[in-house]
């Protein structure tokens, strides 16, 4: 027992039952059998839920005093292991620092234990809301989202972190004397998607839109490749107002249970929208010349009430299939959009229904792009090996999801510039340990 550390949090901030303490040292690796097995038994000494930043300030101080690691975690909901410590040590649970700070005309200022939900509902009582969150909207708090996450629901329009998707930040240093710094701009690139292992992330700044009136729609597709021209045309063209455009092959559609009564049978290709409700007339009638139909839609006016279709998207759909056969997996890919339906053609020839496919369109430094969250049903590591190896081979290439080394997944991080600011920042090497691979492991993973 660290003393140090039990006195620097109050008591209900230091968490001593054995089981959250197993709980809260896991987020949803699970989603990959291959992090399933490797961080099987990984688990925290201590836990510590702060109140307050000043708590949090206090506990960082004692555990760097005593050279104890330390994780942060938010709502553990990322998929690669970013929350689980790799060494023991501490864990902070930064949940319970959940205050609304400002909300301006354009931005929203919050804690980052804040969940995008709350923050959400908050920001649309001044007839705003979110331009990006992943499909685990409910659950993720947006310091979670930001130091873990990439897009999510919105990047159709506003593309991912990286593109302007955070406007400042605040982190805590972990050294002899904490700092805390407020970082913008080029700077601010390094935290986004860096696990933690740099700063620990107090405080966030995000930019937000005029509240639509958004409408969720279903369109049935015979054909695939239709289902995937229409899709395309609704994420390329600005007449259209959306904030999700997704796609997806049969039989996908049948792992989605509470929607069932409404899609009806798994034959057929499905795009999920949330379209402006002043679009919908124009683009049912849009989807005619693709042969698709709307099948389901749910009204503005009952948008966040109850289950949406956001919720079938992004990561949410392996969510689904996991559900239905514990078999399946997925991967993350970019396919290219000159050579998209080529690529499907070549995929579906390779592997057939071992390999179920699953658009969501986004834009990436404003540029259109199909990225893909496939559905892979596992046999093996080198089984899933060989899958990333042909993706990687035909140019739809892979950010590995199974791995829990930052930037090994095939994710364009700075790495030089992380490593560089974690010396600066935690020159005891304790935030995230063993999650920064050497450069040759990430030059390995990628050829």
Not at 7 to 22: K, L, M, R
Not at 52 to 69: F, N, W
Not at 208 to 228: H, M, N
Not at 252 to 272: N, Q
Request: net charge negative; hydrophobic share 40%.
């Amino acid at each position: 027992m660290s003393e140090k550390l039990r006195q620097a949090v109050s008591g209900e901030a230091f968490i001593t039952d054995e089981a959250v303490i197993a709980r809260l040292s896991k987020d949803y690796y699970w989603y990959s059998p291959v992090l399933e097995k490797e961080l099987a038994g990984k688990r925290a000494d201590y836990v510590i839920v702060p109140e307050t930043e000043e708590e949090l300030r206090r506990a960082l101080q004692a555990a760097a005093s005593e050279k104890i690691p330390v994780t942060i975690r938010g709502g553990g909901t990322g998929n690669y292991g970013q929350a689980v410590p790799m060494t023991g040590g501490l864990v902070v649970d930064l949940s319970r620092l959940t205050e609304i700070l400002e909300i301006g005309d354009g931005f929203v200022r919050v804690q980052a234990g804040a969940r995008l939900r709350d923050i959400e509902k908050a920001i649309h009582e001044t007839g705003q809301e979110l331009k990006i969150y992943p499909s685990t909207f409910v659950k993720a708090t947006v310091g979670g989202f930001v130091s873990g996450g990439s897009g999510g629901v919105g990047s159709v329009t506003w593309g991912n972190l990286w593109d302007g998707n955070v406007i400042s930040a605040k982190i805590m240093t972990i050294e002899a004397s904490i700092r805390e710094l407020t970082v913008s701009g080029d700077e601010l690139q390094h935290y986004i998607h860096s696990y933690g292992t740099i700063g620990i992330m107090t405080e966030v700044t995000i930019p937000i839109t005029p509240k639509s009136r958004w409408v969720q729609q279903i369109y049935a597709f015979t054909d695939f490749s239709e289902a995937l021209h229409f899709s395309r045309a609704v994420a390329e063209e600005e007449k259209w107002k959306k904030r999700l455009v997704s796609v997806m092959e049969a039989p996908i559609s049948d792992f989605f249970k509470p929607l069932k009564k409404h899609i009806g049978a798994s034959d057929r290709a499905l795009v999920l929208l949330e379209i402006d409700e002043s679009n919908q007339a124009l683009l049912e009638q849009e989807a005619d010349r693709f042969h698709g139909k709307a099948i389901y839609t749910i009204s503005a006016d009952q948008y966040r009430k109850g289950i949406g279709l956001s919720d079938f998207t992004w990561n949410h759909t392996t969510l689904w299939a996991l559900k239905a056969d514990k078999q399946w997996t997925y991967l993350q890919n970019f396919f290219s959009i000159d050579n998209l339906y080529k690529q499907v053609k070549e995929i579906k020839s390779r592997f057939g229904a071992d390999v179920l496919l699953h658009f969501e369109w986004l834009r990436d430094k404003g540029r259109l792009v199909p990225a893909a969250l496939p559905l892979v049903k596992f046999e093996s590591k080198k089984q899933l090996d060989e899958v990333i190896h042909f993706f990687n081979e035909i140019g739809a290439s892979t950010s590995d999801p199974h791995t829990y080394l930052l930037g090994a997944g095939g994710w364009d991080m700075q790495m030089d510039a992380i490593a560089q600011k974690k010396k600066e920042n935690d020159p005891f090497g304790l935030l995230n340990q063993a999650k920064i691979p050497n450069k040759e492991h990430i030059q390995g993973l990628n050829v």
